[in-house]
């Protein structure tokens, strides 16, 4: 549970994989997600037949080495855990994969337990009764 794309211009498969350790190490530290819990989607596009655009929102220069994270995970986290969230993700991001911490964009959807299933068709975090209670409506 959290689920994860990263988006990167040009980026090759080591910077893909250095920006994704990131991101979960950075969850793993602030909002203590399971270590064995990734799932993510990595992606990197060309430039030409897939791109990413960006201008300087908010006084923030940003430059074709943005990076776009969009994290999708149940509610239930504080304000602060959120920031601290942002900022290890940025920090983690230059440390790992030379991405400059203004080039850093962060999005956080929040959803309900019913929101995921894990596989097998289920909704592995809504308890069986109520599981039952869904299935015969």
Known sequence: MPFVRIDALRADSDRLDALGRAVHDAL???IGVPDDDRFQVLVSHDGATSTLRYDDFLGVHRD???VYIAITMRSGRTPAQKQALYRRIAELAH???G???RNVFVTLT??????WSFGNGVAQYVPASDAAAVARN
């Not at 929040?110 to 929101?115: K, L, P, Q, V």
């Open 28 to 30: 793993v530290e602030t």
């Open 95 to 97: 440390e790992y994969a």
């Open 99 to 101: 991405t400059e911490p």
């Open 64 to 66: 074709d080495g943005i």
């Open 110 to 115: 929040e959803n309900e337990s019913i929101d």
